[in-house]
Structures are given as C-alpha cells and as structure tokens.
C-alpha cells in the first residue's frame, strides 16, 4: 500500500511540470452520468479575425495558419477486491498531438496520433494462481491485446481531408466520431476512432442530418487499426447463450457500419434525435431520446426518455450460429427514463432502465458505452437482457472555485442469475455501485491542466456461488481513478 500511495503522489506531481497552456478555457471534465463525451483536444483558440473568419489563398497559407494542438494524460487506476482475492495498479503516461489546416476553397486535411507507455503495475498478463483472475480495469490502460507489453506504444490516430460547405462537413478518413452508442469511450488513456466517410448537414433550420460508412476502428486500449469485423472480441468475450465461451473473436464477416443520426430542436427546451446503427451481416439497432424541461421557480425540471431496439442481420456475423456474435433471431428492447432538477450550481436526477427479456442488448464494447441514464463509469449494461436499474445522480458546481465540480451518483442493478447464460453474456451479479467525483480545470501558470479524482465501490445483491469468477474485479470491490490532463 506504500507503494500505491507514492504512485498516486508522483501522478499528482506529474502534470504540472508542463509549460504554460496557451489555448483557450478546456472544456469541463466529464460528467458522472456519461454526459457529454470529453473531447481530447482543447478547443480551437481565438484569433483575430484576418485568420480566423477570412479563407487562405494559397497552399502555403492553408498550412502556415494551420492549428496544432498536443495533449498528455496521466492516468493512476487502482482495484482492491475483498479478503485474500488479487489486487491491481498500474500508471500510465501518453502524449499527442493532432494537427489540422485552415480551409482552403473549403477543404482542409489533418492527421494526429498518440504515444503511451507503462510507468508501473503489478503482473497484468499472468492469471492469478488461485483464481485464474487478471485485471479487468488496469491492463485498458495499455493494449489488451498485449497485457504483457511495458515498452513505448503508440498509434496513427486521425487522417482526413474535411470539406465545408456553408454549414455542413463531410469527412473522409480517420477521424474522432460522437454519437450516443458510437463514441469515444474516453475512460482510458485515448479514446476510439473510425475510418470512413462522416456527414453532418445543418442546413435546415435547428436540424442536424447526420450519415456515415465505416470500415476500421482504432480501439481504445489497442495499438492496431482493425476492420469493422475484426474488432470483435478485442475485448473479453463473455460466454454463448449456452454457456460456452464465446468464440465470435476472428470469425466475423462484415463489410461495415453504416450510421444515420436526425437531432431537432423543438422549442427552446425540448430536444428529440433518432441513431440507426445498420452493422452489415451483424445487427441494426435503432436509439431515440426525447429530452424535454421547464422552468420551475428559480431552477427547472427536466425530463428524458429513452427506448432502444435491436435485432440481428444476416447470420449475426458467420453462418455458424456457435461462431456467430448476434445470434441468429435474436431481438432486445431497452427503455431509460429520467427525471431531473436543476438549480443554481445544483443537479439531481432520478433514473431508471429496463432491458426486456426477449434478448441480451448487444453493442459491441470495442465500439462505445452506452447511453442510458442510468450509466456510471467502470460498469456497463450490455450484454445483458432482463435488467432493472435504478441510479440517482448528482452534481454540485462549486461557485468559489469556477469549474471545481463534486459529483456522486448511486444506483441498484438488478440482472438475471450468472447462470442464466442467454441473458447474462460475462456473468455479471446484481450488484450495487457508489461513485464520487471531483474535477477541476486549473487556473493561472497551470491553465491548461485538468484533473480529476473518481472512487467507486461495487456490492453483491446476489447469489455468486462462492466462485471467485463471479467476483473478482466484479462486485465487492473499492476503485480509485486519479486522471491528470495537460492541453496546449
């Protein structure tokens, strides 16, 4: 413990040796809900308008008036189980950098890309001689794909030639994409892109189109840039609806994912938006939300619903329905609701979701976490069907230290049986979940720098069976995230 704690002292002490930051105010560290996604680059700083609302002329000006921009995060994740089970640490440490022309006749080109190396841990390869455990949260911090690794790793991250056309952009290449169930999943140390062609038209008035094919993502917590089939199963897998391991990993057949998103404003207050997810030879799934407000006294009510269905395309990936990772019939329908207050630096919110249990919802994990509000960091709901949850959420901004945020959320999550294989894809118990946050941009000589410190605990509702499988990193666990990020 010793050890842990000089760890955490050094990531705190890291961050703040960088020069001073030049760009304008980073946005706010991301909420406990989920909501809205960080992005991984500060926004675009001010400039005068002969360079910022004026096109260039020429080849030489696109790149001389080009904006670079570089991020480094520090990143210490820790994970205590009960009694004698295996414990895990590690510290990672990346740094990047993205660059982007200015418009030239409306086109532009940017590429980026990220170095990351292992600090410290403990063994994240080696299973645990007792349990057969290994770390779940901590070995994300690297590349799942080679847990073993210590040396630099990096990747090609962002490529693309963007055209502008008075209020709209298309996209062609490597980009950075947000949607609610495609997203970066920015809980680690670089989030996930996608290569492909991206849409967004705004031409009609408080209406934004949204169309794209995608053929390669670049995971988080991987170094490879991998097909739309091959990214299955870069992440652990779970168990068939027989209770087998799946072995959908390497054996997919897609030639893409094709998304279109429509979000409309209706009124000052009221917002609806509708995602189709069509993945060739895999699934579609179909997400709406309609969020609605109004004010009461000094503050306002909010309120939000949600429904989500899916169903399987083609073979659900190979004609084999054991190789399969949709299988072949199967349907699942979600709905998340959420009733919330604000006032002043306050925000409370009551949530709840229910996935039905005619099948497991399936988004594949490699691709983004899900949206439902009853979401808290470390812990998700897909592959599961016959699930209630019930969160509460709240947030505080506190007003004599601008941007300084405190944030906790509690929530019950009540899943079918471990052994109910067709429902509970990686054995999940129902479990309780307490988070805490606190966030903060810095200020002054360290403008620039952002931080945030997130403990969790997790409890058993539930039957495990006395076997370690259905605990370890599971449930019954303490957690503590300390996540330090530098923009300029």
Same mark, same amino acid.
């Given at each position: 413990?010793?050890?842990?704690? !000089?760890?955490?002292?050094?990531?705190?002490?890291? &961050?703040?040796?960088?020069?001073?930051?030049?760009?304008?105010?980073?946005?706010?560290?991301?909420?406990?809900?989920? #909501?809205?996604?960080?992005?991984?680059?500060?926004?675009?700083?001010?400039?005068?308008?002969?360079?910022?609302?004026?096109?260039?002329?020429?080849?030489?000006?696109?790149?001389?008036?080009?904006?670079?921009?570089?991020?480094?995060?520090?990143?210490?994740?820790?994970?205590?189980?009960?009694?004698?089970?295996?414990?895990?640490?590690?510290?990672?440490?990346?740094?990047?950098? !993205?660059?982007?022309?200015?418009?030239?006749?409306?086109?532009?080109?940017?590429?980026?890309?990220?170095?990351?190396?292992?600090?410290?841990?403990?063994?994240?390869?080696?299973?645990?001689?007792?349990? +057969?455990?290994?770390? #779940?949260?901590?070995?994300?911090?690297?590349?799942?794909?080679?847990?073993?690794?210590?040396?630099?790793? +990096?990747?090609?991250?962002?490529?693309?030639?963007?055209? !502008?056309?008075?209020?709209?952009?298309?996209?062609?290449?490597?980009?950075?994409?947000?949607?609610?169930?495609?997203?970066?999943?920015?809980?680690?140390?670089?989030?996930?892109?996608?290569?492909?062609?991206?849409?967004?038209?705004?031409? =009609?008035?408080?209406?934004?189109?949204?169309?794209?094919?995608?053929?390669?993502?670049?995971?988080?917590?991987?170094?490879?840039?991998?097909?739309?089939?091959?990214?299955?199963?870069?992440?652990?897998?779970?168990?068939?609806?027989?209770?087998? *391991?799946?072995?959908?990993?390497?054996?997919?057949?897609?030639?893409?994912?094709?998304? =279109?998103?429509?979000? !409309?404003?209706?009124?000052?207050?009221? *917002?609806?938006?509708?995602?189709?997810?069509?993945?060739?030879?895999?699934?579609?799934?179909?997400?709406?939300?309609?969020?609605?407000?109004?004010?009461?006294? &000094?503050?306002? =009510?909010?309120?939000?619903?949600?429904?989500?269905?899916?169903?399987?395309?083609?073979?659900?990936?190979?004609?084999?329905?054991?190789?399969?990772?949709?299988?072949?019939?199967?349907?699942?329908?979600?709905?998340?609701?959420?009733?919330?207050?604000?006032?002043?630096?306050?925000?409370?919110?009551?949530?709840?979701? *229910?996935?039905?249990?005619?099948?497991?919802?399936?988004?594949?994990?490699?691709? +983004?976490?899900?949206?439902?509000?009853?979401?808290?960091?470390?812990? *998700?709901?897909?592959?599961?069907?016959?699930?209630?949850?019930?969160?509460?959420?709240?947030?505080?901004?506190?007003?004599?230290?601008?941007?300084?945020?405190?944030?906790?959320?509690?929530?019950?999550?009540?899943?079918?049986?471990?052994?109910?294989?067709?429902?509970?894809?990686?054995?999940?118990?129902?479990?309780?979940?307490?988070?805490?946050?606190?966030?903060?941009?810095?200020?002054?000589?360290?403008?620039?720098?952002? +931080?945030?410190?997130?403990?969790?605990?997790?409890?058993?509702?539930?039957?495990?069976?006395?076997?370690?499988?259905?605990?370890?990193?599971?449930?019954?666990?303490?957690?503590?995230?300390?996540?330090?990020?530098?923009?300029?």
């Amino acid at each position: 413990m010793n050890f842990l704690l !000089r760890l955490g002292v050094a990531a705190l002490l890291l &961050a703040p040796c960088a020069t001073q930051a030049q760009q304008a105010e980073p946005a706010p560290t991301r909420p406990i809900t989920g #909501r809205p996604v960080l992005p991984p680059y500060p926004a675009a700083p001010a400039t005068s308008a002969t360079t910022d609302t004026l096109p260039a002329r020429t080849l030489a000006e696109a790149f001389g008036r080009g904006q670079w921009h570089g991020r480094v995060r520090n990143y210490f994740l820790a994970t205590l189980n009960q009694s004698s089970l295996p414990d895990y640490y590690a510290n990672g440490l990346g740094a990047g950098a !993205r660059f982007e022309t200015a418009p030239l006749h409306g086109f532009s080109v940017g590429a980026g890309g990220f170095f990351w190396v292992n600090l410290a841990s403990n063994n994240l390869a080696t299973p645990d001689a007792a349990t +057969g455990a290994v770390s #779940r949260y901590e070995v994300g911090l690297f590349d799942v794909s080679n847990p073993a690794r210590r040396q630099l790793t +990096g990747r090609p991250e962002e490529l693309f030639g963007r055209y !502008r056309w008075r209020k709209s952009v298309a996209t062609f290449g490597r980009q950075l994409l947000v949607t609610p169930l495609l997203n970066p999943q920015d809980g680690r140390l670089s989030p996930n892109y996608a290569q492909g062609l991206w849409l967004e038209m705004n031409e =009609l008035p408080r209406t934004t189109l949204t169309a794209g094919w995608l053929t390669r993502v670049a995971v988080r917590s991987t170094s490879e840039w991998a097909s739309v089939a091959g990214s299955l199963g870069l992440y652990p897998t779970g168990v068939d609806e027989t209770g087998k *391991r799946a072995a959908y990993a390497g054996n997919q057949s897609s030639r893409g994912l094709g998304v =279109l998103g429509v979000s !409309r404003q209706l009124g000052t207050r009221t *917002r609806v938006q509708a995602w189709n997810y069509y993945a060739d030879n895999l699934f579609n799934s179909l997400f709406t939300e309609l969020i609605t407000g109004r004010a009461l006294g &000094a503050g306002q =009510l909010t309120l939000g619903a949600q429904y989500h269905y899916q169903r399987t395309v083609g073979t659900g990936g190979n004609a084999n329905p054991a190789l399969a990772y949709s299988a072949p019939g199967r349907r699942a329908h979600a709905l998340s609701a959420r009733l919330g207050a604000q006032r002043g630096p306050w925000s409370l919110s009551a949530n709840y979701t *229910r996935i039905t249990r005619t099948g497991r919802f399936l988004f594949p994990r490699e691709w +983004g976490r899900e949206p439902f509000y009853t979401f808290l960091p470390r812990e *998700r709901t897909e592959g599961s069907g016959g699930l209630d949850a019930a969160a509460l959420l709240a947030s505080y901004a506190v007003p004599t230290a601008p941007g300084l945020k405190a944030e906790v959320g509690y929530g019950h999550y009540y899943l079918p049986d471990v052994k109910n294989f067709r429902l509970n894809k990686y054995g999940l118990p129902s479990y309780s979940q307490f988070n805490a946050s606190l966030s903060y941009p810095f200020r002054g000589w360290a403008r620039g720098l952002r +931080g945030q410190l997130l403990y969790l605990y997790k409890a058993s509702l539930t039957d495990t069976y006395g076997e370690a499988r259905y605990v370890v990193n599971k449930v019954d666990m303490h957690q503590l995230n300390l996540i330090l990020n530098y923009d300029f």
